[in-house]
């Protein structure tokens, strides 16, 4: 802008010194005119003033006068017929006049001063010369151009020199203006591109104020204006990043659709709901996601939600597969989320999982059924301890009868054999229903032969071979009957996945955590040759409620043993091959061995009496 502004400056200058040129070069040229026909004139007067006192000498003298003149080239005096009488001190025998100046005396007036221009770009005027009426001749002047080029020459260097001053005027201002103009002007725009290309970065403000003008004004202005934006984008940054906090921590699962119902944003416990990881939802419909029949319900809800613009709450979905991979149950709503007051532009999704409390609920019938039952087996198994012994008694009288035929006394043996297998399963039963408050010291070979002995049936039908590697002098520090029911649940699930004509391995040995060589106790291990389990599954066996037995399981076996396990300090491992990784692996069976480790601590007792003792005191205090 400031060359441009130089630029015309310099053309406005030349245009002026141009026009200023001509118009004095003009002036001179008129006033050349006019001083050669004054001149001539005034010699023709002096010429005639001589003549008229009867002094030729005198026009001799007047030419030479006029001839020093400085605007003079030449003066002289001629006859009427054009012969030189006088020149700058030249005789009347010189040469006579040129033929353009011949050639203009017949048109000579009187009273008038007749000029041309000669070869060579020559000026001259001539007079006439009367005497009482009479031609006596003609006085001829011929300009002196140098003069004349003297005064243009003069005139360019006056207009040089103006220029000149003009030009170093015009760069000062323009630099002044650079200054206190561009320079500020740059500034404004270096900072308006760089918070163009970088909206967030404020490191390169606030701009610098070197004015004080309307610029200076402007980029205060402009400072103003970043500042706010920045306070403003802090205060966006600081919502956006507590809504995204509140999104990201949310303990439900929340989700976002448009109005074709695809996702535009989830959180990270709506995408563990449906096993899919957040960055895979974006564009994807429910239909991707949700099995059929939820689709379809959710689908419908969010439809509302867009047509009537009102919310939908506790929808309840079902389903199965997710990241549980099992049945699970939603509590899903539904609400409008608005950008405007007039414009529903998405939905907003709510997800609960109610899986676990619907489960738990489930649970809690079936324990509530499972406690009815124990106490009723409790029950009958007391009840039937009387007869029983009265049946052991007449039995016994019987086989010792001495006229009782030998077949009819093996009969009665038989008999009395069978009443007390009856009357150790309802003693067993007692055993389980009746738990001890403090742990023992407990012989692991009753508890393993007490469990086996309950499900001996099921291994008969199933026609198991039972393999028993434990020495019957092994005893820990226990819970006698959680260590039973740990047991009773590990080896029974043992026989639900062995096959007819399979083994069943029980092994109790001394040994000591591996973790920490230094604390003893007893290793103990049940291993099947059955269909084994799938690493997904086995993933999940610890976890509550988790179960492949769909409608005869409850989820809970394993979770208590693991529970009853990590009470007593010990610690639990599984190994299993499924089928289909033992077909794809030659020589090699599928089956499942559970290890668990059970520390002998006698002073367990001491720190569960500790646990008890902090706990009554705490719910005392309260």
Known sequence: MLASLLALELLSLGLFALLLFRQQTNELTERAHARIAYEARSLALQANEALHQQQPQWVGLSVKMMGHSPTVAQAKVTDPAGNVLFSNGIEANDPTLEPAELKLIPQIKRDTANCLTLAGDRWECVYPIYTSDVLRGFAWVTYDKLWMNEQVDSILRSTAIFGAIWVIASAILVLIMGRSIAQPISVLHRGATALMHAPEDV????????????????????????????????????????????????????????????????????????????????????????????????????????????????????????????????????????????????????????????????????????AVTGRLAASIAHEINNPLEAITNLLFLLRNFSDLPEPARQYATMAEYEVRRISEITQQTLRFYRQPTQPARTALSELLDSVLSLYQGRINSLDLHVERKYDPELTVFCFAG??????????????????????????????????????????????????????????????????????????????????????????IRVRSRSAAQANAAPKSSSGTVFEVFIPDNPDFAKEIAAAHAKASAAATAS
């Open 203 to 370: 490191s390169h403000f606030p701009l610098p104020v070197s004015v004080h003008n309307e610029i200076g004004d402007l980029i205060e202005t402009f400072n103003r204006m970043v500042a706010s934006l920045a306070e403003q984008r802090a205060g966006l940054n600081d919502t956006l990043s507590l809504l995204d906090s509140m999104l990201a921590n949310a303990p439900i699962g929340l989700a976002f659709v448009d109005r074709n119902k695809r996702f535009v944003r989830v959180n990270h416990v709506f995408a563990d709901l449906t096993g899919v990881a957040v960055s895979r939802h974006l564009g994807r419909t429910f239909a991707d996601l949700l099995p059929p029949s939820a689709t379809r319900e959710v689908e419908t809800a969010v439809e509302h939600v867009f047509q009537s613009e009102e919310p939908v709450r506790n929808l309840e979905l079902n389903g199965e597969g997710g990241k549980a991979r099992r049945p699970w149950t939603w509590l899903l709503s539904a609400y409008p989320v608005r950008t405007t007051p007039a414009q529903v532009r998405w939905a907003g999704v709510i997800a609960l999982d109610a899986s676990d409390r619907k489960r738990n609920e489930e649970a809690l019938r079936r324990s509530e059924k499972l």
């Open 482 to 571: 959680e260590i039973r029911q740990v047991f009773a649940n590990l080896i029974g699930n043992a026989i639900d996945a062995s096959s007819p004509a399979g083994r069943l391995l029980v092994r109790a040995r001394r040994s000591r955590d591996w973790k920490n060589p230094a604390q003893a106790g007893i290793r103990f291990a049940v291993a099947d040759t059955g269909s084994g389990m799938d690493p997904d599954v086995r993933e999940h066996i610890f976890e509550a409620f988790f179960t492949t037995k769909e409608v005869t399981g409850t989820g809970l076996g394993l979770w208590v043993s693991h529970e009853i396990v990590l009470k007593h300090h010990g610690s």
